[in-house]
C-alpha cells in the first residue's frame, strides 16, 4: 500500500518562502507523474503545480513564477518551492502521481494528510 507524506509547511510572513517535501513509500516516484494541490477552507481542492515523468513542469496562473516543483529521483521526493507567499496561499498541500484517464486526469493514490501552510502577518 503506498503511503504519501507532506512535510514542510508552517506559519509564514507574506513575502516569505516555505519548501516543501513529498515522499512516497511503496512506490516509485520517477516513473510517474506528479502534482501538488491545496485546498482552502470552504474550496475545492485545486492543482497547483505538476511535474512529468520527463521533467517538464506546468503552474496554475496563481503561482507561476513564484512556485517551482521538482524531483528527485534518488530519494524518491518531490518538492514545491514556494516564494513570495501570499496569504490566498494558505491551504492545506497535498501531493499526488497523476495519470490519463480519458481526456483528464486522475489521482493514483489515496491522499495522504498534507502539510498546512499559513501566511499571515
Known amino acids: 500500500q503506498v503511503q504519501l507524506v507532506e512535510s514542510g509547511g508552517g506559519l509564514v510572513q507574506p513575502g516569505g518562502s516555505l519548501r516543501l517535501s513529498c515522499a512516497a513509500s511503496?512506490?516509485?516516484?520517477?516513473?510517474?507523474?506528479v502534482g501538488w494541490y491545496r485546498q482552502a477552507p470552504g474550496k475545492q481542492r485545486e492543482l497547483v503545480a505538476t511535474i512529468a515523468i520527463g521533467g517538464s513542469t506546468n503552474y496554475a496562473d496563481s503561482v507561476r513564477g513564484r512556485f517551482t516543483i521538482s524531483r528527485d529521483n534518488a530519494e524518491n521526493t518531490v518538492y514545491l518551492q514556494m516564494n513570495n507567499l501570499k496569504p490566498a496561499d494558505t491551504a492545506v498541500y497535498y501531493c499526488n502521481a497523476r495519470v490519463p484517464y480519458g481526456s483528464t486526469w486522475r489521482v493514483l493514490f489515496s491522499w495522504g494528510q498534507g502539510t498546512q501552510v499559513t501566511v499571515s502577518s
Open positions: 511503496g512506490s516509485t516516484f520517477s516513473s510517474k507523474n
